[in-house]
Each structure stands twice: as C-alpha cells, then as structure tokens.
C-alpha cells in the first residue's frame, strides 16, 4: 500500500470546489451543469486512480476495483446545498479517490468509490444511495419532481445526459462494509480539541408539508375582524410549536422550518393560503412518532378554533441507522495510530448516505472538525492540517478493514 499524499487531497478538494464556486463555498445543485461536470472530472480521476468507473442512471459515480478478493465500499455526495459549504460531500469522495490511489498495486486489497447522487435532497433523498440498494423504484423517479422549480427528475436526468443509462444496483457480497468520512458539520470536536469523530449512529429525518387554507382578499378594505389570514395561522403555528415541543421532546430531538411559501406572496393581499416544509430528527422514531402526534393534535385543534384551516403531510420519512461496533472500533485503532488518540464516538444529527448503505452491508463514518460548527452556508471550512489527519485516519481504518 502506497502513502497517501495529504497535499493532493487538499488540492484535488481545492479543484472540485471550483465547480460552482460561490464566494468561498460552492452553489451545485444536484444534476445543474456545475454538477454534471464535476460528475465527469471526478469520473476521470477515478480511472486515472485505476478504477473501472461509469456514471450510472441516477448520477451515481462508481469506480470499481474488479481485481481483488477483500474490498471496501467507500464515498459520500458530490453535490451541495444551494450557496453551501465546500465539504460537505465532497470530503468523503475526494478521500475515496486518494485511498484508490493508495491501494492502487494492491493485488488483494481494494476499494470501490462512490460519488452519490442528491443526498442534500434537491429532488428527492438519498436518491443515488437508495437506487443503488434498490430502494428507489422507477415509479418514484415518475413521480418526483426538483424541490426548487419543480423540474421533473426525468426531464432533470435527460438534461444532464444520464437518463437511459443503467441504473447500477449494489452485490453486498462483493464488500466488507461501507466507509464514509464527513466533515462533523457541528462544533463538538473543535471545541473539545478533537480531530475525529467515530459516528455511532445517524438521526432519523421526518418531513412535513403543512398547509393552511384561509382567504384570499384586499390587503386594504378587508377589516381585520372578518380576514382569513393563512400567513398569520401559519406563524402562530410555528410559535405553538416551539411552546409545545419541548416538554415532550428527547434530549437531542430537533426540528426545523425550513422553507415557508405565502401565497399569492403580495404586499397588497392576505395570504388566501400558505405552506411551511418542517423536518423533525430524532435517532429514537419513537420520539419522532410522539412529536408527529402532537403535531396533528395541534393542526386539527387549529383548524377547529382558528380561521383557518390546517392540513399536514408527511413526505419524507427517513430510518435512523446505528454504525457498526467492529468498524468503529477500527477508526478508533485508526485514531489511536494516526491522530495521538484525540477521537471520541458521537452520534451524527445530520443525514448521510451511510444510514442507506446500512440497511444493506455494515457501515461507519468518521467526521474531521469544521471551524466554528458551522455547515450547509458557503462560509463552512475545516483547517487543511485537519483535512490531512482525517485522510491518514480513513486510509489507516481501511488498511485495518482490509487486512482483518
Ligand atoms: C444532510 O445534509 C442533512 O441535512 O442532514
Ligand atoms: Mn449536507
Ligand atoms: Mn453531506
């Protein structure tokens, strides 16, 4: 096995960085044309790096390592959120590439590198990691539509030129188990002066579209006794749910809203209807399961008291998954080599393709620090000495993997 260059993974994250470059993060969006050329670049690199690699029907980017008996899966995402972060992603694919590398003259040991498609959810979730298991039905695909502008996923695939390309699915036999690395997107290891976190399970996600109904009419001449306000029932639902959570909730559950629609959304006119997308994680569904409850209690008590009415959907349920115990305990021996033991085991409050790859194989993550805690902002960074100590750790827990 060959030493890993931590200048080259710096460098080769520097150049994936420039495809959508935003100020100092990075706008690509899953499938836009910054997306599909970094596809493309990362693809090359991965043969360049000796693997047999194809973009597949989803976006999915897999080099594979065809000539060895005992083999890890290992990757992350390639896309980001909108105006996000230069790392989130990108780190766990750009240290697979360098692990291919490292095992490249290997005759017995190896790697297969994945860049998943659409974890961050512009179109759907887990989109690439969840086809490859074969969670992702055709129909689903039908169906799906791009979170922002509604694009159909179809119309999306053709444009990036991936559709009518095989859909690869996944033969667990031919892994070990699958590896990610990840930034920790949290500020536990930095403020504990940690360089590795060893993820020891990953939260739930649950989604909801709330919908209030009101009336739609003149902002002016409508006397403020008779209106159906729906952005008004919808922000004093959000106050009802920040009143209401936290006596009931679990000591780590969050929640979260994320986008909120006023419609027709002018000056001039009471919002005759409005929509808020609000996500709950928890690593207990149960907690989950508790929260939901009240929420529907609380739509339909608004719905009965208020102006307005109240509808909820549920439309992303996302499972927990716990890492496995022997592959944690090897990034700890990892640690304990590389990073003079400054390793703790964590859990993970953000999603990752890891919890879908853990429905089929065992699976583990590793996270490095992110300066200031801060994620999913074009502001987000890890120190490069902490970008390298991650890569000698990832590259050491496969080492150890590989060779039993
Ligand atoms: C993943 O990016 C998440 O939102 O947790
Ligand atoms: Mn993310
Ligand atoms: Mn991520």
């Known amino acids: 096995m060959r030493k890993i260059d931590g200048q080259r993974v710096v460098a080769d994250l520097k150049r994936l960085a420039e495809f959508g470059r935003y100020k ?183 989604q909801y579209r709330i919908t209030f109904t009101g009336e739609q009419n003149h902002a002016g001449t409508t006397r403020m006794a008779i209106r159906k306000d729906a952005g008004l029932a919808l922000a004093k639902f959000c106050v009802a749910i920040d009143d209401s959570f936290p006596a009931i909730c679990g000591p780590r559950t969050v929640w979260t809203t994320g986008r909120i629609t006023l419609d027709p959304g002018a000056p001039s006119i009471i919002p005759g209807r409005a929509e808020m997308l609000f996500q709950i994680r928890d690593v207990d569904p149960a907690a989950i399961e508790h929260l939901e409850a009240k929420l529907r209690s609380m739509a339909a008590e608004a719905s009965h008291t208020g102006r307005c009415s109240v509808a909820i959907e549920r439309i992303r349920t996302g499972a927990p998954a716990v890492m496995d115990p022997g592959f944690q305990d090897a990034i700890e021996a990892a640690s304990a080599a590389c990073a003079g033991g400054r390793s703790v085991r964590m859990p993970s409050a953000a999603g990752h393709d890891a919890q879908v790859l853990a429905t089929i194989m065992p699976a583990a993550m590793l996270f490095v620090p992110s300066i200031g805690g801060v994620s999913h902002h074009w502001t987000e960074n890890t120190a490069d000495a902490d970008i390298v100590t991650g890569a000698e750790v990832f590259v050491e827990t496969c080492r150890r993997l590989l060779s039993g």
Do not use: C, M
């Open 24 to 206: 100092t993060g990075v706008h690509r969006p899953t499938y836009s044309p910054a997306d599909v050329e970094s596809r493309h670049w990362l693809a090359d690199k991965l043969a360049e790096a000796g693997l047999n690699t194809v973009i597949d029907g989803i976006g999915n980017v897999i080099g594979r390592n065809s000539g060895v008996q005992r083999r890890l899966l290992v990757g992350s995402h390639s896309e980001t959120q909108p105006y996000g972060g230069w790392l989130d992603g990108a780190l766990g694919v750009v240290y697979g590439l360098e692990l291919a590398r490292a095992f490249a003259d290997d005759p017995d040991h190896g790697v297969d590198v994945v860049a998943w498609a659409d974890e961050e959810g512009h179109y759907g979730n887990f989109l690439g990691s969840r086809s490859f298991t074969g969670a992702l039905t055709e129909e689903e695909i039908d169906q799906t539509r791009g979170r922002d502008n509604g694009t159909p996923l179809r119309e999306a695939l053709e444009k990036a030129g991936f559709a009518g390309k095989p859909r690869d699915t996944v033969d667990p036999s031919r892994y070990l188990g699958y590896l990610e690395a990840h930034i920790e997107q949290g500020d536990h290891l930095e403020g504990s002066g940690l360089k590795v976190g060893i993820v020891t399970s990953i939260v739930g996600i649950w």
